[in-house]
């Protein structure tokens, strides 16, 4: 089982759908059996609010499951109830990508396409910071909260069990001056160094690459517990769309693919950044 709380909501909240699925109730039905409103086991499926043991212990005999299961829910509702690392840095990290952060953390793998910026698990310091100064309406000390976040999810690639992470990035992305030239070099320095990784493959989508089957950044999660189904994550300026379900999944991989298969290799990538970045250093 994932291992952050972020991840074990939302094993939780599998697990309860399926649980009422298998009783061919609605969550209208089961919340008038147990004098809840059916927004309430909603909300309990969907992972959109907190979860008391004492109501998953109320499902559970509602359900009539094996006192082992019953157990089993109720430690990943109390599990659940504690803080990630991340939290800790309050409005620096706006809770609809706190949740990101968490199922991010637990991933075997990571597929992520961007069209405009680099990786943020490949950001420099200023390179984020540049764009946290300029995208979003924050006090000083929630930017720095929020670049000093974004530092610490990299470590991520260079642990022992991290996931295995695949980027595609547009060439637009390189060319694109974040801040200055001077950070910009700062910022395909670091690139490549990333690139060196053994868990991390990059690959630049070339201007005369062609039609794209996409259009916007997005990242496909896939996680190592057979419970916990791949999901697409998209997000905008004050919120983020989580996709699950085999159709999502299926048609972003495809989509992926064919951004993967238009895309330079890997060293033809690496080639490209370093003839932008010469361009940068004159």
Known sequence: MAGSPTARRRRLSIELKKLREQSSLTCAQ???????????VNRMETGSGRVQPSDVDALCRFYTTSDELREFLMTLARQAKTRDWWQAHGAGVPEWFSIYIGLERDASNLRQYQCELLPGLMQTPAYAGELHWTGAHMSTQAMERAVRVR??????LREPGGPDA???VNEG???NVIGNRALMREQLERVLETC????VTLQVLPFDSGTHPVTGAFTLLGFP????PDLVYRD???DAVYLEGEHHVREYTRAFDGLRAAALSPPRSAELIRTVLKEYAR
């Open 151 to 156: 530092m610490e999810r990299q470590a991520m």
């Open 173 to 175: 992305a390189l060319r």
């Open 196 to 199: 060196e990784l053994a868990s």
């Open 236 to 238: 905008g300026i004050t």
């Open 30 to 40: 089961v919340g008038a059996a147990l004098d809840w409103s059916g927004s309430k």
């Open 225 to 228: 517990d057979q419970e916990d």
């Open 166 to 168: 695949w980027f595609i």
